[in-house]
């Protein structure tokens, strides 16, 4: 098994990202091809390795058949989405999965960045985010959210961030009328602040509310969001082999694949034209600030 990297800041901080990252000629014969994986926590460290190792693992055998040569994919874990994203645009991974808000981000900052694929959901580009209130919460819509408290995710999340704040200002409901409002960092400490009565609602993906309602979490729906599917990117520079093998690999992959542990079922072609849905998301969101003085 190969050893799983958990990336600090001050390490990730300290890498020369004009390093060069290109892999050895040729003529090394059976040398391994060494990429780095990158991704961040949305959910427990513990729970994404848990996630992606299958996956990561099939992968390798895939890229070392198509390019005649041994491939290792080491795991790299941001502890934060803004650091994840730095990772890819400087070149400290070569290979990442990001929400899509994140690739919207790390696009601007790096128009270099390639595409590799999009997931999909029963051969969907779209999934689905929730805003989720208690089960025994007498909240039946999002207008009657007004003057109570409400569970962010990451600053930089799709869900947990742009998408509910775009879907609160359209009910009307704005940070001002809001009793209070908090980032949370991560989508199970979303669902699970509600469930304890921290929050009155809060923002998470279909995946995490699942998981929890599956335990016996005490959490209710109160509304749906659809979500472009999550896309895997190439660095600036990685070679063309290797990145078009990578896409290769990723296209070949389906349910017969180790894709289960990570709730969608294979990968479509995809350009960067599919996420102005979530360009839009990202505008629409500050709305939700409209009638405030950025307190909260």
């Not at 981000?105 to 029963?122: G, K, Q, V, W, Y």
Request: charged content about 25%.
């Amino acid at each position: 098994m190969l050893a799983i990297v958990a990336a600090l800041v001050a390490a990730s901080c300290s890498a020369d990202p004009s390093a060069d990252r290109s892999p050895a000629p040729a003529d090394v014969g059976t040398a391994p091809l060494e990429l780095a994986f990158g991704t961040y926590t949305s959910d427990k460290p513990t729970t994404v390795v848990d996630q992606f190792r299958p996956l990561l693992d099939d992968l390798e055998t895939r890229l070392s058949t198509k390019l005649e040569r041994p491939v290792e994919i080491r795991m790299q874990v941001a502890p934060s989405y803004e650091q994840g994203i730095a990772d890819l645009v400087d070149g400290r991974v070569d290979i990442a999965r990001f929400g899509p808000a994140s690739y919207v981000t790390a696009f601007e900052a790096n128009p270099e960045i390639a595409l590799l694929a999009m997931e999909t959901r029963d051969g969907r580009k779209t999934f689905e985010g929730i805003v989720c209130v208690h089960r025994d919460a007498g909240i039946d819509s999002i207008e009657m959210l007004g003057g109570r408290r409400f569970a962010f995710g990451s600053e930089r999340s799709t869900i947990g961030r742009y998408l509910a704040q775009e879907l609160l200002a359209d009910h009307g409901v704005h940070a001002s009328q809001l009793e209070s409002w908090e980032y949370l960092g991560r989508h199970d400490r979303v669902g699970a602040a509600v469930a304890a009565g921290q929050f009155d609602a809060g923002a998470l993906k279909d995946t995490t509310f699942d998981r929890l309602v599956s335990v016996g979490e005490p959490l209710r729906q109160l509304a749906v969001v659809e979500v472009v599917t999550k896309p895997w990117l190439a660095r600036e520079g990685l070679p063309t082999d290797v990145r078009d093998a990578a896409t290769a690999a990723l296209l070949e992959m389906d349910d017969e694949s180790p894709l289960g542990a990570l709730a969608f079922d294979g990968f479509v072609e995809g350009n960067n034209a599919d996420y102005d849905p979530i360009r839009r998301a990202i505008a629409g969101s500050a709305r939700f600030f409209d009638d405030t003085e950025g307190s909260h």
